[in-house]
């Protein structure tokens, strides 16, 4: 895993970018994590920036704490009652 210092920091973010390809790349400021560079395979847009939204987290939060609780459908149960729609 790479680390580099904020405030020495050299190179260009395009650089950055291609070593995040091949490890995660930290960024601190005074020594503390403040970001990190990972590379994302096989993600769109819309996945990044969900996976990344607290709102959105916390409702499926909810949403699995209530199947839990209250029971639910199989994603195979579920799939067989649209195709009979």
């Not at 680390?3 to 390809?21: H, I, M, P």
């Not at 930290?26 to 994590?33: E, W």
């Amino acid at each position: 895993m790479k680390t580099v210092e904020v405030t020495k920091a050299k190179s260009s973010l395009a650089d950055y970018t291609k070593a995040a390809k091949k490890e995660p790349v930290i960024v601190t400021a005074q020594g503390k994590p403040v970001a990190v560079l990972v590379s994302i395979r096989n993600a769109d847009l819309e996945t990044v920036s969900l996976s990344n939204n607290p709102q959105f987290l916390a409702l499926i939060e909810r949403s699995r704490a209530r199947q839990k609780s209250e029971g639910g459908i199989s994603a195979e149960e579920m799939r067989h009652q649209l195709k009979k729609k």
